[in-house]
C-alpha cells in the first residue's frame, strides 16, 4: 500500500461539514467516492480536521492509502478533480511516509474569519456582514488573552466526547483586508468544535461595547460555554492553512 496526501479546498455550503454523516452529503463522502471509482476499492481518506456545517477550507490536507503507486500524479490529480464536482478542487497529491497522518501530525492549523461593513453582492456568501462601529482594537486587546490561554472551555461545543479542552493559540488578531473589510485570523496546535466561531462571537461583543477586555478575561477563565458570545455564521470561516513538518504548505512538495 502507498500512502498519499491530497490537499483540498471546498466551498462549505453545499456539505454537512466534512466528515460523513448518515442521510447529509459531506465532502469526506465526496471524496472517498470518487477515489472509489478512480481506485476500483473502496478508499477512506483522513482529513486534518472535522469542519463544521458550513465551514469553507481553502486548505484541508487529507490522506489515503492507494494499493499501489500512482504512475501520473498530475492525471490522476486531473481526474480526480472532474469527478468531485465545482465545490470541491484537488490542488496537490504527494506521496508520503506510510506512517503519515494528515490529522495527527499537523503541527498548526490556522483559520481566517472575514467581516465586511458594506453590502455587496459579490461576498455575501463569502464573509460576514458587520457594524462599521464595531471596535476592533478593543477587540484585538481582548484576543491578546487568547495567547496566554491553555484551557479553552468556554469556548468549545458542549456534550462532545473530546477528552481535553486545551489548546496552545500562538496567533489572534483582526487586520484589515481592504475595500474596508476585516479579517480575524487564528493559529493554534489544535482547535475544539466550533470554537473558532465561539470565539469571534465573544470578541464582537467587545466590539460592540457589550463585554469589556476584562470581561472577556473573566469569559475564558470561567470555562462555561454559557458565558461566552453566540456562534458565528459558518460561512465566512476559513480553515487557511496546516502545517506538517515534512511538508511545505504553499506547494504542497515533501521538506527535504
Given at each position: ?17 466534512w ?13 472517498e ?29 487529507a ?19 472532474s ?15 506510510p506512517d ?26 463569502l ?74 462571537g ?32 459558518a ?22
Amino acid at each position: 500500500m502507498q500512502r498519499y496526501f491530497l490537499n483540498l479546498a471546498f466551498s462549505g455550503a453545499p456539505f454537512h461539514g466534512w466528515q460523513r454523516q448518515p442521510g447529509d452529503i459531506s465532502v469526506q463522502q465526496v471524496v472517498e467516492e470518487a477515489l472509489e471509482k478512480l481506485l476500483r476499492r473502496p478508499t477512506p481518506v483522513t482529513g486534518a480536521g472535522r469542519t463544521d456545517a458550513g465551514v469553507n477550507a481553502r486548505m484541508m490536507p487529507a490522506h489515503f492509502d492507494a494499493p499501489e503507486e500512482i504512475a501520473d500524479a498530475a492525471a490522476f490529480e486531473r481526474s480526480l478533480n472532474s469527478i468531485v464536482g465545482n465545490d470541491i478542487a484537488v490542488n496537490g497529491l504527494v506521496k508520503v511516509a506510510p506512517d503519515a497522518h494528515a490529522r495527527f501530525d499537523a503541527t498548526k492549523r490556522t483559520y481566517r474569519y472575514f467581516a465586511t461593513p458594506f453590502k455587496t453582492p459579490f461576498f455575501n456568501n463569502l464573509a460576514w456582514r458587520c457594524s462599521p462601529a464595531l471596535d476592533f482594537e478593543l477587540m484585538n486587546e481582548a484576543a491578546e488573552i487568547l495567547l496566554a490561554t491553555d484551557d479553552f472551555a468556554a469556548f468549545a461545543k458542549t456534550h462532545t466526547d473530546v477528552k481535553t479542552t486545551i489548546c496552545k493559540v500562538t496567533r489572534a488578531l483582526w487586520s484589515p483586508c481592504g475595500a474596508g473589510a476585516w479579517m480575524f485570523e487564528i493559529s493554534a496546535d489544535r482547535f475544539l468544535r466550533n470554537m473558532v466561531r465561539a470565539v469571534v462571537g465573544t470578541l464582537v461583543e467587545v466590539g460592540r461595547h457589550k463585554l469589556s477586555v476584562d470581561g472577556f478575561a473573566e469569559v475564558v477563565g470561567s470555562r462555561d460555554r454559557c458565558k461566552a458570545g453566540t456562534s458565528m455564521p459558518a460561512h465566512a470561516l476559513y480553515l487557511w492553512e496546516v502545517e506538517y513538518p515534512y511538508l511545505k504548505p504553499n506547494n504542497f512538495i515533501i521538506d527535504a
